[in-house]
Nanobody, 122 residues
Framework: QVQLVESGGGLVQAGGSLRLLCAAS????????MGWFRQAPGKEREFVAV????????DYTDSVEGRFFISRDNAKNTVYLQMDSLKPEDTAVYYC???????????????WGQGTQVTVSS
């Protein structure tokens, strides 16, 4: 399995930007599709974005389409989530996860990071 560590979270005002990073180790990074999920207080964890093995295909949940951008650097074993035009409703703990298939479902992601907090103030 791959080990994942997120970073880059923090406090930002509405309309601002953050870039999350997820560093992978322990396995062949390019053999995984990588996803970002988030969990807001009192809510279930939800899918945010996914990128395929070489980065050729990306998918987003509707609420972040056009504001968030997922990318990866297989040479650095890192996946990124650029978050622009942030809204208070984006406040959540953000998790990166690895899957052997292109999926939106949590159950298909076998490796997870510990999460990083993103707080957007109004």
């Amino acid at each position: 399995q791959v080990q994942l560590v997120e970073s880059g979270g923090g406090l930002v005002q509405a309309g601002g930007s953050l870039r999350l990073l997820c560093a992978a180790s322990g396995s062949t990074f390019s053999s995984y599709c990588m996803g970002w999920f988030r969990q807001a207080p009192g809510k279930e964890r939800e899918f945010v974005a996914v990128i395929t093995w070489s980065g050729g295909i990306t998918d987003y949940t509707d609420s972040v389409e056009g504001r968030f951008f997922i990318s990866r650097d297989n040479a650095k074993n890192t996946v990124y989530l650029q978050m622009d035009s942030l809204k208070p409703e984006d406040t959540a703990v953000y998790y990166c996860a690895a899957s052997s298939t292109r999926s939106y479902r949590e159950a298909d992601f076998g490796s997870w990071g510990q999460g990083t907090q993103v707080t957007v103030s109004s």
